[in-house]
């Protein structure tokens, strides 16, 4: 079991910038891939990004890409999500979530988070 929490939500005019952090516990995190996604009120859940495991290999939604930026400390057992120029489109509850291989799928993954909101103002 892979246990993780998602921190650093909040509300932030549109151009500002947020970090989210997601705190895993149980098995070794390196040994998972990472992803964020985020879902939207009356939307459905949709994929933001994905690191493999080792840090390599980085992928981003159309929508993110430029502006977002995934990371991970595995020697501190923590992924980012580096939320820069934000938009109001980009409001929604984010959360990560730990797989076998990063994936855009959300069913690919086998560990969720409980989600931290992001409200962005215009």
């Known amino acids: 079991q892979v246990q993780l929490v998602e921190s650093g939500g909040g509300l932030v005019q549109a151009g500002g910038s947020l970090r989210l952090s997601c705190a895993a516990s149980?098995?070794?995190?390196?040994?998972?891939?990472m992803g964020w996604f985020r879902q939207a009120p009356g939307k459905e859940r949709e994929f933001v990004a994905s690191m493999r495991g080792t840090g390599s290999f980085t992928y981003y939604a159309d929508s993110v890409k430029g502006r977002f930026t995934i990371s991970r400390d595995n020697a501190r057992n923590t992924g980012y999500l580096q939320m820069n120029r934000l938009k109001p489109e980009d409001t929604a509850v984010y959360y990560c979530?730990?797989?076998?291989?990063?994936?855009?799928?959300?069913?690919?993954?086998?560990?969720w988070g409980q989600g931290t909101q992001v409200t962005v103002s215009s």
């Open positions: 149980g098995r070794t995190f390196s040994n998972y891939a």
């Open positions: 979530a730990a797989g076998p291989t990063a994936q855009v799928i959300l069913n690919k993954y086998d560990y």
